[in-house]
């Protein structure tokens, strides 16, 4: 894929202390394979799907040891100026834009609700490479917050995104627009998750069969957290790896149901 438009999700990656571990488990609940570590870059190690580059797997920086997350980045065209952008409305940058070779540029941010997430300005690596929902690929991303309100105003106004919510009294989701393409959800955290579980950023990975990536995360390892469940979006499912990761599974090819209708914020 070419350089995506502005807070555009463009690459996911998780820190591992069991990184071999991590690489058996997605090798076989998304078929991924993994090039190479790069020693010079923290042993990051690139997973592919069908050949092209999907996500990442690094050990943590000495210091840095703690629960593993996957990291969905943001694309940026100046991650300096995004990063202050982040700061002017009222989130945090926890690592400075860093220079990654001749790949990019990298920064991590926090939302005023907690989540945290990258900031990516592309060099020669301009992030994913497989399409949208091909199995084992990157498919959507959602931020999960117990303060949505405080969330809906951070993100376009570090992010040129257009805020549209759902009709839905049930639900309280909203979804941000870049050139009138919907990039990424927000989802008001509940009753039904623990007080214990913080605001994140959930990365869902396509897969041929919901059921089948379930059943082998499962005997991997892995927890089960929601579904499967049907959608008007695919058949998903929310997951933890061995190591605490979350992460969803969805089928994109099995929906149930009419979409959501939406409106414009106000």
Not at 3 to 17: H, L, R, Y
Not at 120 to 133: D, Y
């Amino acid at each position: 894929m070419a350089v995506q438009p502005e807070g555009t999700p463009c690459w996911a990656d998780a820190m591992f202390a069991d990184v071999e571990g991590a690489k058996s488990f997605y090798g076989d609940v998304l078929g991924w394979t993994f090039g190479g570590s790069a020693s010079e870059f923290g042993d990051y190690t690139q997973a592919y799907a069908d050949g092209k580059a999907a996500a990442a797997v690094v050990p943590p920086m000495p210091g840095a040891e703690g629960q593993s997350a996957w990291c969905l980045y943001l694309a940026s065209p100046d991650a300096a100026a995004t990063a202050a952008k982040v700061r002017a409305s009222g989130g945090e940058v926890l690592m400075e834009p860093m220079k990654v070779g001749e790949f990019g540029t990298m920064a991590l941010a926090r939302d005023p609700g907690g989540a945290v997430f990258g900031i990516w300005q592309a060099g020669s690596h301009e992030g994913f490479e497989t399409e949208m929902g091909a199995p084992g690929g990157y498919c959507w991303g959602e931020v999960f917050t117990r303060d949505p309100e405080k969330v809906d105003t951070f993100y376009p106004s570090v992010f040129p995104y257009t805020l549209r919510k759902f009709d839905d009294e049930t639900m309280d989701f909203s979804m941000f627009d870049v050139r009138g393409k919907t990039v990424l959800g927000r989802m008001a955290m509940g009753d039904d998750f623990p007080p214990e579980v913080p605001s994140y950023l959930n990365v869902y990975f396509a897969v041929p069969d919901c059921d089948a990536a379930v059943a082998k995360a499962t005997e991997r390892g892995g927890v089960l957290r929601y579904g499967p469940v049907d959608s008007p979006f695919g058949r998903f499912a929310a997951l933890s790896d061995p190591q605490g990761a979350s992460f969803t599974v969805i089928d994109v090819t099995t929906t149930e149901g009419e979409m959501p209708a939406t409106s414009p914020a106000t």
